[in-house]
């Protein structure tokens, strides 16, 4: 049987998606909806999905059951995911559906991507309790505490008041060779990296942010 799950972010507007949700708020009833998220806001936690026929359909997050970009595309999380399935020697961990990573060699060379707690959907655990898990994790092994997010994150406002800053924002290139996905990832300001990616056929797809530990005074 198929686990119902949501694979879906704001960094996915601008796609075709197929979503199930509840008819109305605490209501058992389920519907679905296919087209394209045409927003996410992460004010009101309400998406927005354009069907063909032009009509609007207005989902708050609370009420998804399930959803999923429509093949061929990908969504973000799924290709943050494969970028983490790739072969590496990080130390990792998992909280709910977060990653913990730490790996001392890239740590050194400044590899955010290799040691930072990837950080999206459910830790599975109240926000300020996941985030000393983090802390703990990485002051174990003399590392600093950094999060990565898909960007925007519906989290920004809560990381923000905890004093999670973003440190760098980095922009994924995806493309297709026959049946084999490929990417790239650039720091947004690094102009010829993400060229070079542009010249070997890749195209952007979604950004990354990552945050720093909380600075010294400001509440977690």
Known sequence: ???????????????????RHRCEPGRP????????????????????IRRRTGT??????????AARVVAPE??????QAAIDAAPH????ETLGDWVLRAAVESAAAGDLWACSARADGDPGVPLDDALDRVDAFYDSRDLPPVLQLVS?????????????????RSLVLVGRRG??????????????AIARARDAGLTPHHEVEHRARPVAGLPR
């Open 74 to 79: 990908r969504s973000a999380l799924q290709v």
């Open 56 to 65: 609007r359909a207005r989902i708050s997050t609370a009420d998804l059951v």
């Open 179 to 192: 049946d084999r996905w490929e990417w790239s990832t650039a720091a947004l300001a690094d102009h010829a």
């Open 29 to 48: 009833t389920l519907t679905d909806v296919v087209g394209e998220l045409e927003s996410w806001s992460a004010t009101t936690g309400d998406l927005v």
């Open 1 to 19: 049987m198929a686990v119902l799950a949501v694979r879906i972010c704001p960094a996915d507007v601008g796609r075709r998606v197929t979503v």
């Open 152 to 168: 925007p994150t519906l989290r920004e406002a809560d990381l923000a008041a905890r004093g999670w800053l973003v440190q760098q």
């Open 89 to 92: 020697r990080a130390v990792r």
